[in-house]
């Protein structure tokens, strides 16, 4: 049923979505123009289609990978000069990127290009479609999405141009942060009266009335490091409108790690609001339009264990520093992690791999460096650069491959032949309002429904973990809580932030330049509009 929804979403965009530059001061267009298209009922649902489109690009991607490595959650070295990339991933670890970093460039063209193609599907059909409920709803849609790309736009460059008219490509240069921030309020608030109040299949990848508010109260809960000003009781208020739903629910301890697996999709009750992925439709972005995560998580000696039709990079691990926050034997969480020795599917057969002593050990120094070496494959905690700590090199041999503790939340697809996945990534989920809730509640926001911090933090590892409720409960735990919850899910840069983490030291960075809190507006985005302004520290 799943993959039958993406089909009927996407299917119809391949042939008509041509998209030029990606930045907010040029053209951002589809062939659709208001001359050839729409016309028909299903034309006018295919014209909000690339706004989907596009949504889907690079969240799996860039997207993540900025918010995850340039935290203690993930690191990306480089393994005898593999994925070295000139030195993205070191740079984004160490907190020592410039304007040319690919991660940040792509995450900037990414956002552009919602923008730019919400801009023209929100004139095409405001010139064309009937009026009624059914467009004030599509346009009201997609006004969210647009309003998620400067919500994200916003949090990751701070100041930032704010484009709404199609054909105006006009220079211009930032907006205050407080400036987009209200304007992004404002969209979201206008737009929740024509939301649809429904969940489901039916409205499954389109924002509803509870995306809107799950977005506002992640806005509220961000408030006073954005703009000055807390609005906790503005959060709790949006939590309070999901919750009084009804329509959501915490998933038991026994599904919550298939809410992330290729078979997820409308059926999970936590989603709030999800992307749908379908390894079959991708490329009609000039970018990574899919969800390839396992690809860079899972080691390359585990397609036996997990049945894979392709070899994954396994390059990406996790930091000693993030996984001593899953200390508790009782969360089914931790299980999202690959540790230690390593079993087949059965849980009893060894996983090993047969090498020779040098490709096992590249300093290896004995007699017989070509001889067959076998060896059970066992995963250990530290990223050690052995290679080179200028190229942030571990090495490229069987142990450097196996450095670093492997997150497996997003379930590797045996079923698809070029490492892109079935599983769906969500955005906002009800645990997150849970946390939210209490997290402001903490921070000084007024209770309601009869609900305590205490109280929704137990409600929540009621669903989590086989240990006892807890007595007590500060703004600390919350922190290591929502590493738990939301591991690998970008939001680590937002939670470390809104802490005061941000600046402290993990595996080798050691930066504490409070600049780095925001990235810098990528180079070619300066040269195409001489009207926007560089941020501080770059």
């Not at 930032?174 to 979201?188: A, D, L, M, W």
């Not at 389109?206 to 490091?225: D, F, Q």
């Amino acid at each position: 049923m799943k993959n039958s929804y993406i089909k009927l979403l996407f299917s119809t965009l391949a042939a008509t979505t041509l998209f030029s530059c990606h930045d907010l001061d040029v053209p951002v267009t589809t062939a659709l123009t208001t001359d050839v298209f729409p016309s028909t009922a299903e034309q006018f649902i295919s014209a909000s289609g690339p706004v989907y489109v596009a949504l889907r690009g690079n969240f799996g991607a860039e997207a993540f990978q900025i918010a995850s490595y340039s935290t203690d959650e993930g690191i990306m070295p480089a393994r005898g000069g593999n994925w070295y990339d000139g030195g993205q991933n070191q740079t984004l670890h160490l907190h020592t990127w410039t304007v040319d970093n690919g991660y940040v460039n792509g995450h900037w063209t990414w956002l552009s290009t919602i923008i730019g193609v919400s801009n023209q599907s929100i004139s095409i059909l405001e010139q064309k479609m009937p009026e009624g409920a059914a467009k004030q709803t599509t346009l009201s849609e997609i006004k969210v999405v647009r309003a998620f790309a400067y919500f994200m736009m916003m949090d990751a460059f701070g100041n930032v141009p704010i484009y709404t008219t199609y054909g105006d490509f006009a220079p211009k240069t930032n907006s205050p942060r407080t400036e987009v921030f209200n304007f992004v309020e404002k969209e979201i608030l206008e737009a929740i009266p024509n939301l649809s109040d429904v969940s489901g299949i039916t409205q499954y990848g389109r924002p509803n009335k509870w995306t809107a508010y799950a977005l506002l109260a992640k806005m509220y809960l961000n408030a006073e490091y954005y703009t000055g000003t807390n609005r906790y009781n503005d959060c709790i208020a949006a939590c309070d409108k999901v919750m009084a739903s009804g329509l959501f629910a915490l998933e038991p301890r026994s599904s919550y790690l298939s809410m992330f697996y290729p078979s997820n999709g409308p059926q999970m009750k936590e989603f709030i609001f999800a992307i749908p992925y379908d390894p079959a439709q991708t490329n009609t972005f000039p970018f990574r339009s899919v969800n390839n995560r396992s690809r860079y998580d899972i080691p390359r000696s585990m397609v036996k264990k997990f049945s894979l039709p392709f070899t994954p990079a396994g390059s990406a691990s996790t930091l000693p520093e993030f996984y001593a926050n899953f200390n508790d034997d009782g969360d089914i969480r931790n299980k999202q992690w690959l540790t230690g020795l390593q079993y087949m599917s059965d849980g009893v057969t060894p996983l090993t791999v047969t090498t020779t002593n040098i490709g096992y050990d590249q300093f290896y120094k004995g007699d017989s460096p070509s001889a067959p070496y076998t060896y059970q494959v066992k995963l250990t905690p530290d990223v050690v650069l052995r290679q080179d700590v200028t190229s942030f090199d571990a090495g490229n041999d069987e142990i450097a491959w196996h450095m670093g503790y492997r997150n497996m939340k997003f379930y590797p697809d045996a079923t698809s032949l070029n490492r892109n996945q079935n599983n769906d990534i969500p955005i906002f989920r009800y645990s997150d309002i849970v946390l939210m809730k209490a997290e402001a509640i903490l921070r000084g926001g007024s209770p309601t429904m009869g609900h305590t911090a205490l109280s929704l933090v137990n409600e929540l590892r009621a669903q989590r973990t086989t240990s006892p409720a807890l007595t007590s409960v500060n703004l600390e735990f919350i922190y290591a809580e929502r590493a738990r919850e939301f591991a690998w899910e970008g939001w680590r840069r937002n939670d470390m932030i809104r802490f005061g983490k941000f600046e402290g030291k993990w595996g080798y960075k050691t930066n504490s330049d409070v600049t780095r809190r925001i990235f810098p507006i990528p180079r070619v985005a300066l040269q195409l509009n001489p009207a926007l302004v560089q941020n501080p520290g770059y």
